[in-house]
């Protein structure tokens, strides 16, 4: 099983690639936001936990992500891959999740960075703010976002490096062009 993980900031692309590259290789796209929002709308064990979580204000714990996660797994265990879209975001679910695919003899294949100027991101993000109507998104609360996810992954990003799983991709261009890169690099 071929287990890829697609990191980048906002803005960066992730959830239209992650789309792409599991289309074209037959993998299975998990994004952390849809499982969770699925897990609520499903009334299942987890969504119920997640929704009480959500209700509150707060942020889902890493140890509900990583049974949601490992949830995910179980239930498309004939799947011929996996593109993480989201996650992990922090060290610990890094390790966590490292921990979750050994149990059932799986672990991370790839870790892919879309690479993208700050510059481009803020333009994108006001953009796709503008277009979503989203107020809230200021270019000062977009710079913030950039600044928390880059204090965030850098640990995350060390850790792949360590273990010769972590390459770059220049994620500016066409979104063809991008996909071709990728999938260059991806090769499975």
Known sequence: MF??????PPGAGKGTQAIKIAEKFGWKHVSTGDILRSEVSGGTPLGLKVKVVMEAGQLVSDDLLIAIMESVFVNNSTVKGFVLDGFPRTLKQAQELDQMLAKHHESVSLVLALEVNE?????RLLKRAQEQGRKDDTEEV??????????????????????KLYR???GVGSIDDIFAQLCTVINP
């Open 3 to 8: 287990n890829l993980i697609l990191f980048g």
């Open 168 to 170: 770059e991709v220049h």
């Open 119 to 123: 510059e481009e991101l803020v333009t």
């Open 142 to 163: 977009i710079k913030n976002r950039l600044v928390q996810y880059h204090n965030h992954t850098k640990p995350l990003i060390d850790y792949y490096i360590e273990k």
